[in-house]
């Protein structure tokens, strides 16, 4: 596709309930990552894929977050038990390579809100 | 990565020139200079990166110290849609194992009709 394409755009869902958050990223790019920002706060790295491979997963948040991604295409973010504190725009971006000299395209995100 | 130094927020006239200043005193030769800048309620949008020459887009222009110890967006004429917060980031030039974009708290531009 032209660019990044994450949905929902919006998603509200009931504390405790699991959620998943679909990333398709940019057509040929290899690498993928995704944030989670808060509202006012700056963005928190959470994980990235080098194809279907994520190679550290440390910065995801609790051992309720995971990801995966299949065809070096799609990537999907699960939040399990959703917590009040896990309300946030949550973003992903995409890459040609993880190289320093290429640049990321963002999605516009999904904003969670857990009530 | 090497990390850099911003100032908290500035402000500029709109259709005036705006210079953006970052500080990376630490950085390393195949450390590349990256600028994003976030719209209100947007994501990040990619705006131009560098390694040792300056470069222009359609965009913005990046001037790069000759020591490389410092670099300055320069958006030519601003207009209020440039309102955005601005990030300074470096990136190292490795293969593998590389580390993503870490956002820092960048430069908040206010843009005054």
């Known amino acids: 596709g032209a660019g990044v394409s994450q949905s929902p755009s919006n998603k509200v869902t009931e504390k405790g309930k699991d959620v998943e958050l679909r990333c398709d990223p940019i057509?040929?790019?290899?690498?993928l990552y995704w944030y989670r920002q808060r509202l006012g706060q700056g963005l928190e790295f959470l994980i990235y894929f080098q194809g279907n491979s994520a190679p550290d997963k440390s910065g995801l948040p609790s051992d309720r977050f995971s990801a995966e991604r299949t065809g070096e295409s799609v990537s999907t973010l699960t939040i399990q038990r959703t917590q009040q504190e896990d309300s946030a725009v949550y973003l992903c971006?995409?890459?040609?390579?993880?190289?320093?000299?290429?640049?990321?395209?963002f999605g516009s995100g999904t904003r969670l809100t857990v009530v | 990565d090497a990390k850099t130094t911003q100032p908290n927020s500035m402000e500029s006239n709109e259709e005036e020139p705006v210079h953006l200043p970052c500080n990376h005193s630490t950085i390393s030769g195949t450390d590349y200079i990256h600028w994003y800048r976030q719209l209100p309620s947007q994501g990040p949008e990619y705006v131009i990166h560098?390694?040792?020459s300056n470069v222009n887009n359609r965009m913005a222009s990046l001037a790069i110290a000759e020591d490389r110890k410092s670099s300055t967006l320069i958006l030519h004429r601003a207009t209020l849609r440039d309102a955005a917060v601005y990030y300074c980031i470096l990136r190292g030039f490795r293969n593998s194992g590389n580390t993503p974009l870490v956002f820092g708290k960048g430069t908040r531009l206010s843009v005054i009709a």
């Open positions: 057509s040929g790019h290899t690498a």
């Open positions: 971006a995409s890459s040609l390579d993880l190289r320093g000299n290429y640049g990321y395209t």
């Open positions: 560098g390694l040792t």
